[in-house]
């Protein structure tokens, strides 16, 4: 089982960027494809972005579309999520998470391996 850290997020303005950081340990990141989840206060938790396991191939959610990017480095076992222009309602704890196989998908239920999350606060 492949263990996850997230890293890199804080309080930000409106308009600003940020980077997250997933790291993995206990397995090569190599072998899975990672999503970006958030949970929001009250509200269910989201699929954000997701990549395939080589990188070729990403799939984001229409909300940060065009204003989030995500990367992986295998090398440094770590998947990225850079997020720019934020807006307050991206405010959220932002979860990375791992599954086995080739295609990145949007279904949570489809991920094993989940790190504990990270809070990102966007303040208007």
């Known amino acids: 089982q492949v263990q996850l850290v997230e890293s890199g997020g804080g309080l930000v303005q409106a308009g600003d960027s940020l980077r997250l950081s997933c790291t993995a340990s206990?397995?090569?990141?190599?072998?899975?494809?990672v999503g970006w989840f958030r949970q929001a206060p009250g509200k269910e938790r989201e699929f954000v972005a997701a990549i395939s396991r080589i990188g070729g191939s990403t799939d984001y959610a229409g909300s940060v579309k065009g204003r989030f990017a995500i990367s992986r480095d295998n090398g440094k076992n770590t998947v990225y999520l850079q997020m720019n222009s934020l807006k307050p309602e991206d405010t959220a704890v932002y979860y990375c998470?791992?599954?086995?196989?080739?295609?990145?998908?949007?279904?949570?239920?489809?991920?094993?391996?989940w790190g504990q999350g990270i809070q990102v606060t966007v303040s208007s």
């Open positions: 998470a791992a599954r086995n196989g080739l295609y990145a998908v949007q279904s949570g239920a489809d991920y094993s391996s």
């Open positions: 206990g397995r090569t990141i190599s072998s899975y494809v």
